[in-house]
């Protein structure tokens, strides 16, 4: 199975505030990586596909980027709903596997 | 706009068999994509279980494909879920969800979650 790695696993930030999320790779899985937000009691929600194509309906200050083993998901201006957990997920081949996760808390 | 909602049991006793139907809204599962579900334990991440496609054609995670199997009726618009001898570890919130299957598959629409409680 390929093991996917994120850092950091929770991370306290502000308002406004430039936010980077890592996510490794076991192995190389090309593009075919993905990433979810998921709120308190909710089911997550697909943010970013194939590494960096945002998802119709998302905010632009949401961006992925990376190929191979390391990726990122950036969030430019940290907003209010935006204070979540967010995972990454492989999709190069079966089992697909998720990250642990990354909370995001407010500071 | 597409629709998912998960139902069964909200209790499972150990040993006996999990049973999950997921409804399909606003999209016909005939016209295409996969269809799947992932599982998420009290206070930890997420886990894919296995997807099905309209066709029938399945394919599981191998740490449980000995205990699952995923079905499709198109008829009725569902597609459902079987865990067999299950544990307090199949203690989860269970997520249905349509699969854009294959490589650089990726979920996109999900059911809100039913939680499912195994024991006796």
Redesign the interface.
């Given at each position: 199975?390929i093991q996917m790695t994120q850092s950091p696993s929770s991370l306290s930030a502000s308002v406004g505030d430039r936010v980077t999320i890592t996510c490794r790779a076991s192995q190389s899985i090309s593009n075919?990586l993905?990433w979810?937000q998921q709120k308190t009691g909710?089911?997550?929600?697909?943010l970013i596909?194939?590494a960096s194509s945002l998802?119709n309906g998302v905010p632009s200050r949401f961006s992925g980027s990376g190929s191979g083993t390391d990726f990122t998901l950036t969030i430019s201006s940290l907003q209010p709903e935006d204070f979540a957990t967010y995972?990454c997920?492989q999709?190069?081949?079966?089992?697909?596997?998720?990250?642990?996760?990354t909370k995001l808390e407010i500071k | 706009q597409v629709q998912l909602q998960e139902s069964g049991p909200g209790l499972v006793k150990p040993s006996e068999t999990l049973s999950l139907t997921c409804t399909v809204s606003g999209y016909s599962i005939s016209s295409g994509y996969y269809w799947g579900w992932i599982r998420q334990p009290p206070g930890k991440g997420l886990e894919w279980i296995g997807s099905i496609y309209h066709s029938g054609t399945t394919y599981y995670n191998p740490s449980l494909k000995s205990r699952v199997t995923i079905s499709v009726d198109t008829s009725k618009n569902q597609f459902s879920l079987n865990l067999s001898s299950v544990t307090a570890a199949d203690t989860a919130v269970y997520y249905c969800a349509r699969d854009r299957g294959g490589s650089g598959s990726y979920w996109d629409e999900w059911g809100k979650g039913t939680t499912v409680t195994v024991s006796s």
């Open positions: 199975d075919y993905n979810y909710k089911a997550p929600k697909l596909c194939a998802q995972y997920q999709s190069s081949s079966t089992p697909y596997t998720f990250g642990q996760g | -």
